[in-house]
């Protein structure tokens, strides 16, 4: 993930959770259901697009193509392993915020 999909994944998780919190807008207001799941989905293709990115510039290399550096095959192996690792704990925290609203008591 680039640094500027980053910066936008994170303006729209601020921007969920001033919705969330009532500093946006109205509840009713405050978009469809369906933002948070595009948001995730794109988070997501994004992620398997950086590791597919990865994996085609190091097969490019083990085949032994000579405009691949390995710095740039390092580089992009390591965003993509950073990106999966940055995907997991979030999806970690959805599931403990998910059982903590399960285990409440009505």
Do not use: C, W
């Amino acid at each position: 993930m680039s640094s500027i999909q980053i910066q936008q994944v994170l303006a729209e998780m601020r921007s969920l959770q001033a919705r969330a919190s009532g500093a946006g807008e109205p509840a009713a207001a405050a978009g469809q259901p369906s933002d948070f799941a595009n948001l995730m989905k794109g988070a997501v293709d994004s992620v398997a697009t950086t590791q597919n990115q990865a994996t085609a510039l190091a097969n490019a290399y083990e085949a032994g193509d000579k405009s691949v550096d390995i710095t740039k095959v390092m580089l992009e192996v390591q965003k993509a392993g950073l990106a999966f690792h940055a995907m997991t704990e979030v999806r970690n925290k959805l599931v403990d915020a998910y059982t903590q609203i399960m285990n409440m008591s009505v």
